[in-house]
T-cell receptor
């Protein structure tokens, strides 16, 4: 079975532009979470979606938004890019909400560079 | 956000040695998790802990959930070269996960 897939693998943008990152969860998984990982740090939680509804939001500005589609895939959108948005963006999927009966599986990430 | 402090920040050890790392917080959590991240990949869950005092093993890895619920420890026995990577602790608050700062492990053959 395929794991969590993310696209694109790498992306270069300039300040002020907009970016859309995509994630396909493991088949059957209904929850998708997004994380930002700046070099040398641990992943920082951005959003969690379950059954197409936002269930959790981290401490990120409104320039960050996301959505989950009926097939449970998800998009992360970032507007008005800043240099500080350069990071590895990770998507994780899980079968249900919360960690008790399942674990979250991470994709390989999208490396975003803002120039 | 929640602060999870991991120590040491980095470790250089000889193959075959045992490794210990820990993670502390000023807040109480009911779920502690340990992940490993290889370069260019997403983190992979190693061990999940759900009960204070719990000791759980996964092969050569053993993790403990501290009695105070403010800390956790990860031990790796008889290290091998493929243990190289960054180890993260994480906690779950009910609606989101928080990750620690990471411990970078280098194993010298």
């Amino acid at each position: 079975d395929a794991g969590v897939t993310q696209s694109p693998t790498h992306l270069i943008k300039t300040r002020g532009q907009h970016v859309t990152l995509r994630c396909s969860p493991i088949s059957g998984h209904k929850s998708v979470s997004w994380y930002q990982q700046v070099l040398g740090q641990g992943p920082q939680f951005i959003f969690q979606y379950y059954e197409k509804e936002e269930r959790g939001r981290g401490n990120f500005p409104d320039r960050f938004s996301a959505r989950q589609f009926p097939n449970y895939s998800s998009e992360l959108n970032v507007n008005a890019l800043l240099l500080g948005d350069s990071a590895l963006y990770l998507c994780a999927s899980s079968l249900v909400l919360g960690p008790y009966t399942d674990t979250q599986y991470f994709g390989p990430g999208t490396r975003l560079t803002v120039l | 956000g929640q602060q999870l402090n991991q120590s040491p920040q980095s470790m250089f050890i000889q193959e075959g040695e045992d490794v210990s790392m820990n993670c502390t917080s000023s807040s109480i959590f009911n779920t502690w998790l340990w992940y490993k991240q290889d370069p260019g990949e997403g983190p992979v869950l190693l061990i999940a802990l759900y009960k204070a005092g719990e000791l759980t093993s996964n092969g050569r890895l053993t993790a403990q959930f501290g009695i105070t619920r403010k800390d956790s420890f990860l031990n790796i026995s008889a290290s091998i070269p493929s243990d190289v990577g960054i180890y993260f602790c994480a906690v779950f608050t009910g609606n989101q996960f928080y990750f620690g700062t990471g411990t970078s492990l280098t194993v010298i053959p």
